[in-house]
């Protein structure tokens, strides 16, 4: 299996450390606002990923993380805390704010059909492991304090920017537009380890005591420490979004090997952005679309994860309503096709081997799409393309069986209904043959006009 590595730049081999297991970590959401279809992209493309392994024998202990404290409205150590920022907005305590949107994530991922990992692990419930790695890190050297923070002395780790492999002067330019919140620190790359209660965060409402004093983790030690509580030294891989790789990864590289002396995570996998309309999503342009809009609209969630695989994952995925909408109707009817399969057997190795070197090249997702594609449509006995296309959807995701059986299940009223209709048309009374299309979709249903009259599937 070949897979891009940001750490290299390159397509690498991927072989685990310890076959067949894979370790395997992502960096979570910061649970202080709802999940917009950008987390969702990235963590199907994580999902995919992990099918991908599994499709290829591998046991993935995938590990990911709840951010519920410590991450400020920048990177860099300047602002609020977003938990308490969304706890004032909310008109709650930081933990109801992090306990909800934590719900309303796990909501969404299962909407679009993404395996939950094998561990989540929530910040507020490490801070022990947390407080271990950065007292480790100051009896080794790599800190210093100052009235309002601990904080990790880049200087001290020769190799900081490995990964973002940008000149410090370069970082050094980012950091001077940032605003500086602590004029004690020797260089505007370090980054907090622990703030102190005290000073600008003397009212935040999380805290814990610690060798340090009263206070709480900077968000990059959270992930370090309980990726390696969870998956020892060394991961195998190592996933994220690409706004990750110039701080929060470049951080968490730093002071995991920092502690270690061991290679953090030998493979890292970036995520590009989700833009919509060609533009960036933002708040001012009301554009932050949820699952909600998706479902408000009319759409079903897995049509969503259907679209994302039109796009490789290192691109960037332009969201459109109407891309969304062929979408539904493509996944509509791959389930139309699956409906009138016979029981499965004897798959056709051929597709079954494109599919899979598909994916094994750097998760060629829209490929394997084509493929599945090429196998619906050719001459194979319809038993042999149910066996092999039920196959690939363990790495696709789209509950072709399941939804396969529910589509062309229509209750006798109904088609009764559409009777009705197609009888209406023929006497060309066109307004009284709409209301009835528009009262079965009100009940749920899909009307198509064909040339054999009205076609109707159960809404996925
Ligand atoms: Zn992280």
Redesign the pocket.
Known sequence: MKLYNTLSRTIEEFEPLNPPLVRM????PTVYDYTHIGHLRKYIGDDILRRTLEMNGYEVKHVM?I?DVGHLTSDQDAGEDKLEKGAKKFGKTPLEVARFFEEDFFKSIDAVNIKRPVIVARATEHISQQIELIKFLEEKGFTYRTKQAVYFDVSRFPNYTKLSKQELSEKLVGARNEVVVDREKKNPQDFALWFFTTGRFKDHVLRWPSPFTEGFPG??I???AM?MHYLGLTLDI?T?GVD?INA??TN?IAQSEAATGKTFSRFWVHHAFLSVEETKMSKSLGNIYTLKDIRDRGFSPLAFRYLTFQTHYRSEMNFTWSALEAAQKALEKIYEIAADFPAPRIGCAEFEGDFEDALNQDLNVPRAISVMWSLSRSNYPDYAKAESLYKMDEVLGLKIRENAKIIKNIPQTILDMAKDRDKLRKMRKFNAADKIRVDIEKKGYVVEDTDKGTKILRKI
């Not at 970590?25 to 979570?28: A, D, P, R």
């Open positions: 970590y992502t960096c979570g993380n951010t968000w990059h959270e992930c370090s990726s190592h994220g990750h929060h990864h968490e």
